[in-house]
């Protein structure tokens, strides 16, 4: 409003403000509050398309700032821009929210045990009234429409005159102006610092393109409060009002005006912020271009999202220049058949119908500065294959009943979130789990089946197909044998010391190779045999102690060991080992 050169745009929605405001020197009509009401949520509208704007062009600038040290210096750049405008729009919205408290008589527009929403007119419409209700879970959520509802009093007078110069000694009105003139300022010293950034400015057309922006977006720019003399310092003076007499800025746009057209200027304001924020986004963007873009050094690249498919399949490549440049008038041709070009990336689609390579011969047609045509070739391929499904155990060829058995599942050109696995015969005795490529399948004993079939499907240009499936055998895990400190084999005579030295009994599983099976025991009986008599123990746990190793330690030349009633605790709960039994030599 009180700022330097416009764009015609802004020049049309100040004086559109202007004519409102002198209208209500009349009468403030239902129309007049109607009318605000409409460019408000204009300028809300205007808002979220300048962001949407903003937010595709620095997704643009992300896809090339893993390759481009000039892309990533102007992304880092754009996106502290953002954190500044994002900031200041969120203190607008937090001054509309304690406006829309303070209008219903909060003494602390912080209040909140007053619900803002109440501020607003509520629809009579049955469909309105719906869509009201989720606008008041947060109000700059907006409607629908993506619009706000009228307020309770539009035309109210008073009350934000109150809020901005009265109270406080007007504080809140000098806060509000400071806080514009800080975003601006904020927000052009990006660019600055964006000059010193080596990475970005690597030469001096970019450093002289970025200054002269900077200067540009400085005078051009309607974010402004107050008399601003030096746009790049937060420092501002009176201004004059209708009459020619000096006041300060909120002295003069928040007073002796409706409600509604407070909220009007906020919302100006908030489009002020999000059209300067574009505008420096933009610049950081084109500065690439400045640094990097050269007709005599161009190549063209082919960037494809696969570089095999699978029979069926749409093979699909985006083929761009290297700097990358969205308004270059380039033609692209692919195998001698012109593609259609969008935004300066030429668009390759086709879909192979058999197995085998396929071959691109890409040239780019590029129209010279200076008249004429330049023309760039490359060449790329990708391979198509029929349908496979690789399924692999990871730990061996067959499930076995009781343990996770691991699986690994890959389709060849296939995203693994776009792989369906699935087994049978289902039932309630087998789980399947896992997802990305690495599955687990576990069984219990109520399983019926000998066999399990994993089936492999594949989401495929918006269908679904099959890619192959295999069958593993189920089998129980084997029954582990008994061992005693260094004894393994229990077959022939032992040495008397050595089983005098048992001090431990463990369950082994001879020779099987999945990996991570334990089984431990849990009790178990000993017997010492000499001649006609006998002496017996018993032990609980896999530690041998007490009346047991009292039996062991006693053990002489042709007597008998025997360990009896092994019990052990394995995946599937209890089980008993076989009995063992050795002589004593």
């Not at 020197?25 to 460019?39: H, P």
């Not at 090339?64 to 900031?87: C, F, M, P, V, Y």
């Not at 007499?245 to 919302?267: D, I, N, Q, R």
């Not at 500065?287 to 960037?303: G, H, R």
Request: charged fraction near 25%; hydrophobic fraction near 40%.
């Amino acid at each position: 409003m009180a700022g330097g050169k416009v764009s015609p745009r802004q020049k049309m929605i100040n004086m559109m403000y202007l004519v409102l405001t002198a209208l209500l020197a009349m009468n403030v009509t239902k129309e007049i509050l109607l009318a605000f009401t409409v460019i408000d949520n204009s300028l809300i509208k205007s808002t979220a398309n300048i962001d949407t704007k903003t937010g595709q062009m620095l997704t643009q600038l992300q896809k090339i700032s893993g390759e481009n040290q000039a892309a990533a210096a102007a992304l880092k750049h754009s996106e502290d821009t953002r954190n500044i405008a994002g900031e200041f729009v969120n203190k607008l919205h937090d001054i509309k929210t304690d406006l829309m408290r303070y209008v219903q008589g909060a003494q602390d527009p912080k209040d909140n045990g007053i619900d803002p929403v109440d501020a607003l007119k509520i629809p009579e419409d049955e469909a309105e009234k719906k869509d009201f209700e989720i606008f008041k879970k947060f109000p700059w959520a907006l409607n629908k429409a993506g619009e706000m509802p009228p307020l309770q009093a539009g035309d109210n007078l008073d009350d934000h005159v109150r809020y901005f110069n009265e109270e406080l000694q007007g504080k809140r009105g000098k806060d509000l102006e400071l806080m514009i003139n800080k975003a601006r300022v904020d927000m052009l010293a990006v660019i600055s610092e964006a000059l010193k950034d080596t990475s970005l400015t690597k030469n001096a057309q970019t450093k002289t393109f970025l200054s002269g922006k900077m200067k540009e977006l400085a005078q051009k720019t309607a974010l402004q409060a107050g008399k601003v003399d030096d746009p790049f310092s937060t420092k501002s003076g009176k201004i004059k009002d209708s009459e020619g007499k000096e006041m300060a800025w909120a002295e003069v746009y928040m007073h002796s005006t409706p409600l509604a057209a407070v909220f009007a200027m906020l919302s100006k304001i908030e489009n002020d912020a999000k059209l300067l924020e574009s505008e420096v986004c933009q610049t950081l963007g084109e500065a690439v271009s400045a640094a990097d873009y050269k007709f005599d050094a161009i190549l063209p690249v082919v960037s494809a999202k696969t570089g095999a498919v699978v029979t069926g399949q749409t093979y699909e490549a985006d083929i761009i220049l290297a700097a990358y440049n969205s308004k270059a008038n380039m033609k692209v041709f692919v195998n001698e058949r012109e593609i259609p070009v969008e935004a300066g990336r030429g668009k390759y689609k086709v879909t192979p119908q058999s197995p085998g390579s396929n071959k691109m011969n890409v040239k780019i047609e590029i129209p010279k500065p200076g008249g004429g045509t330049d023309i760039k070739t490359a060449e790329a391929e990708f391979t198509a294959f029929a349908p496979q499904a690789t399924i692999a155990a990871t730990n061996m060829n067959v499930l076995y009943v009781g343990l996770k058995n691991d699986i690994s599942v890959s389709v060849g050109g296939v995203d693994p979130k776009n792989v369906i696995v699935s087994i049978s015969p289902s039932s309630s005795g087998i789980r399947l789990t896992g997802s990305g490529g690495k599955y687990a399948i576990e069984l219990n004993n109520s399983y019926q089946s000998q066999v399990v079939t994993v089936n492999v499907a594949a989401k495929i240009d918006g269908g679904i197909k099959s890619m192959g499936k295999q069958l593993f055998r189920i089998k129980q895990v084997p029954k582990p044998r008994l061992t005693a400190g260094s004894i393994s084999n229990w077959s022939g005579s032992l040495d008397a010391s050595k089983v005098a030295g048992i001090n431990r009994l463990t369950a082994y599983l001879d020779g099987f190779a999945f990996e991570g099976v334990k089984f431990e025991i849990i009790s178990y009986g000993v017997e010492l045999r000499r001649g006609g008599g006998k002496m017996t123990g018993e032990g609980q746990g896999p530690n041998v102690s007490g009346s047991v190793k009292n039996i062991l330690s006693k053990a002489r030349r042709k007597d008998q060991i025997i360990f009896y009633d092994i019990k052990a605790k394995g995946p599937l709960g209890m089980v008993y080992l076989d009995n063992v039994n050795c002589s004593i030599k």
